[in-house]
């Protein structure tokens, strides 16, 4: 398991490396590509952007506050919660995400060539499962559940 979380991690950094590459064509970090996807497909706010992205919510409001200031995104009103306004592309931020997300596409083609689909498929489904046992072994340790799989016979 030390070795998969250490190639996870190195694959993670290469694609983070990656994604500044292309978000450096348009004058962006990756950070802040990801936070305007998050916006695109959904009108959200600053806590349900974190949750989505996993991160922490001061974080999210800093790169909000950048990209507002840069005319990208603005926020507007949220019926369902007057003190937490919903986030939005502004007219100028749309088609820079657009261009940002063209150029990924691109950039993924290359990648199936040297990476054929179907282990691409089958690293998909081994993620998964990696994923939904991470998570099961969080709820062990966060909810009042017994600490291992054994303790829950």
Known sequence: MDALMADLYE??????????????????????WQTMY???????????????????RQNVQRVVGDLERDGLVRFEANP????SPLLVLTEEGQPI?????AAAAQAHQV????LPEAEVEATRQALRQLTAT???????????????PEEQL
């Open 11 to 32: 694959a993670a950094g290469a694609a983070r490396r990656v994604g500044e590459l292309i978000a450096g064509t348009e004058h962006q970090t990756q950070v802040r």
């Open 38 to 56: 998050t916006i695109a497909a959904q009108r959200l706010t600053v806590p349900q952007v974190a949750r989505r992205m996993g991160v922490s």
């Open 80 to 83: 369902d919660h007057r003190t």
């Open 97 to 101: 995400l657009d261009r940002l997300n």
């Open 111 to 114: 990648q199936l060539e040297w």
């Open 134 to 148: 991470l998570q099961r072994y969080e709820a062990f340790h966060t909810e009042d559940q017994p600490n291992s």
